[in-house]
């Protein structure tokens, strides 16, 4: 009996030891800022993090590009999350099917020996569509986004409560990678830009979303990402101001220590290796010199950096975002996000990854790991359509919507992807048509046959038209992605949003919309189809081999494609895309489907093309 109860105290102590130990080893792997220095496990980190984001990477891609960020000496990854991924409707959370999994990414992060760094927003930016808010938000009109106003509060408050659900267990503090966790996300930007909130609102906005992030459980240490310039709008007290594309190091660590007790660490949140492109525009370039020789002057500096991005990856599907200028009333980012970074795309290393890697390695005092091999890529023979269908007279066979004016895709209860708006004439009329409420590219028909098209991009908001007797006007409109940065982040609806006029008399009464969200790719009958008018392709090839490949778009108009059920997102003809990146791993060996909608329609087409390399520029 003795015996026993010795035992049994034995290995009380025994777990007790072993539970302290484990407290303590979660302990040291936390990161804490301490007389100006990031430390873990009792030394000094400099955070070498490159960014990418587990929604923009097929999910059987995610190990290769982890090791590929750490083979070029970095320790620790970056990414957003994106609201409006895993709330894919209101009130339902995806955070496990695909590349939704995103505490998966994380745990995979870690098992590779890499340090993370989370930005949750709730905005986030980033080239995506609508900055990661989800776009019914709009609908609630008591509902400001980015201000101190209840309603957006409380729904900020249930993602992170979801969030954090999903991610309890991965923070350093719990013996998990995740050592940072960003609040908010250049909120300094938006102040500046956003005139009609005052500063004292915007300012208990920021303290809000803050406390509302320590609050649902994210673990310190936190920070704020602004350019430095604007960390008066940005930054929090006591929380470290890291600076986005600040390439003077002087003063970087004069403006953190102006906001940051005269102390670092000193981080630059977002340094930019390349930049993001817009449709119309020309591609984006940085020279591999320029970035080479900022980076030996962070490392010469002891200042910690962010690449952002490292990789970039797709937009796949309609996640892509815009920006605008005084020039162009929307500027929609690209289907590739390539961002002429060091990992391309496809996971390439290239010329810049390679010198950066070379770079890292004179700093280090570790070996780093070899280049992971390329993921196979091939150029398969082209393939011949096997059938088409007129989109419009597959879209015309549901029941309408019908209303006395046109309804924005909110209002529908739509996302993305495409509404036709139709309006019948019962007596012949013909001028100007201006449609000053475009969100934001439409063609038009007048009784079938294409008349021109309207373009937000170009602001082209009017053309002329003739429409007879019993006539029938229709729009194709289609959403090119939300703004996702600036002042106009908060007009965000989609469609038609203000009436229509023709030679300046409002057209209103039995306004028809049908809806096309394209959340799935159709069954492609075969129909004989007419030039002018939007169509659906269709057909199946087979692989032996399943490998990357990139589909030839550079002879098409516009429109999107999907294999074997994957949206691999928009072309256009406008460049400076022309090819769609097809990931290996969404091939399967025996029979493929393709379906394309093409929708300009400006010559039939009877093929399909694939190369083994992107076309991003000129057309080669």
Known sequence: ???????????????????????????????????????????????????????????????????????????????????????????????????????????????????????????????????GFPWWLQNNPELHLRTNNKAFLDSCKTYFTH?????????????????????????????????????????????????????????????????DWLFEGGAIPGVLPAANGENDVANLKKTVNKFHDGKGPYMVAEFYPGWLDHWGEPFVRVPTKKIVEQTKKYLDAGVSFNFYMVHGGTNFGFTSGANYNDKHDIQPDLTSYDYDAPISETGWATPKYMAIRQTMQQYLHHALPPVPER????????????????????????????????????????????????????DAVSGTLKVDGLRDFAVVYVNGKKVGELNRVFNKYALPVQIPANGTLDLLVENLGRINYGAELIHN????????????????????????????????????????????????????????????????GKGVVFVNGHNLGRYWHIGPQHTLYVPGCWLKKGANQIVIFEQLGKKP??????TDKPILGEKQ
Not at 166 to 174: I, V
Not at 394 to 401: F, G, H, I, R, Y
């Open 375 to 426: 993921i196979p890529v091939m150029k398969y023979a082209s393939q011949p359509l096997k059938a088409h269908m007129d989109a419009l007279n597959w879209l015309t066979q549901q029941q309408p919507v019908v209303a006395n004016q046109p309804k924005t895709f909110e209002e529908l209860g739509q996302g993305y992807g495409y509404v036709l708006y139709r309006k019948k004439f019962s």
């Open 163 to 227: 969030l954090h659900a999903e991610l309890n267990g991965l923070f350093a503090d719990q013996g998990g990678p995740i050592i940072l966790v960003q609040t908010e996300n250049e909120f300094g930007s938006y102040v500046a830009q956003q005139k009609e909130v005052s500063a004292a609102e915007h300012e208990a906005y920021k303290m809000a979303i803050f406390h509302l992030l320590k609050e649902s459980g994210f673990p310190a240490p936190y920070f704020t990402a602004d350019g």
């Open 1 to 131: 009996m003795k015996m026993k109860n010795i035992s049994l105290t034995g290995l009380i102590v025994l777990l007790l030891i072993f539970s302290n130990l484990g407290r303590a080893s979660a302990q040291d792997a936390t990161v804490t800022i301490r007389g100006g220095e990031f430390m873990q496990n009792g030394q000094v980190l400099k955070i070498h993090s490159g960014e990418m984001h587990y929604s923009r990477i097929p999910k059987p891609y995610w190990q290769h590009r982890l090791q590929m960020l750490k083979a070029m000496g970095m320790n620790t990854v970056a990414t957003y999350v994106f609201w409006n991924y895993h709330e894919t409707s209101p009130g339902v959370w995806d955070f496990k099917t695909g590349n939704h999994d995103l505490a998966g990414f994380i745990k995979l992060a870690g098992e590779e020996g890499l340090n993370v760094i989370l930005r949750p927003g709730p905005y986030i930016c980033g080239e995506w569509e609508n900055g």
């Open 493 to 556: 609806k989609k469609g038609i949003i203000s009436p229509v006029s023709l030679n300046g008399s409002e057209v209103a009464g039995h306004w028809e919309m049908f809806k096309m969200p394209l959340n799935t790719a159709p069954s492609v009958g075969n129909e004989q189809v007419e030039t002018g008018r939007p169509v659906f392709y269709q057909t199946t090839f087979k692989v032996d081999k399943p490998a990357d490949t990139f589909l030839d778009m550079s002879d098409w």
């Open 605 to 610: 087409h009877s093929t399909i093309s694939f």
